[in-house]
């Protein structure tokens, strides 16, 4: 199973950006997918959830700024980050769990300035 993820990078506070995720080698519609993110000197964190059948969850920290979405025809998981802010500075993987086991994409940037 191999995850690319897309769209990290420097945005001002207050702005969006649009992380995307590719899959492969699962069975991409039957996956939990989740989203996690790793601040400088901070553990990694869960920062969204989606199941398969389409349940969302979200940490605190996140919730009614961000958005997990899949489109389940491309292989690709997304998140949609609004009205960022510099505490959401940080690494973000993409994850999906496939017999049992975690995959992991190999992390985008976002970087939030003030």
């Known amino acids: 199973v191999q995850l690319q993820a897309f769209g990290g990078g420097l945005v001002q506070a207050g702005g969006s950006r649009r992380l995307s995720c590719h899959v492969s080698?699962?069975?991409?519609?039957?996956?939990?997918i989740a989203w996690y993110r790793q601040a400088p000197e901070k553990q990694r964190e869960l920062v969204a959830g989606?199941?398969?059948?389409?349940?969302?969850n979200y940490s605190d920290s996140v919730t009614g700024r961000f958005t997990i979405d899949r489109d389940n025809a491309r292989n690709t998981m997304f998140l949609q980050m609004n009205n960022l802010k510099p505490e959401d500075t940080g690494v973000y993987y993409c994850n999906v769990r496939w017999w049992s086991r975690d995959f992991w994409g190999r992390g985008t940037l976002v970087t939030v300035s003030s």
């Open positions: 080698g699962a069975v991409f519609r039957l996956t939990p």
């Open positions: 989606m199941d398969s059948g389409g349940s969302r």
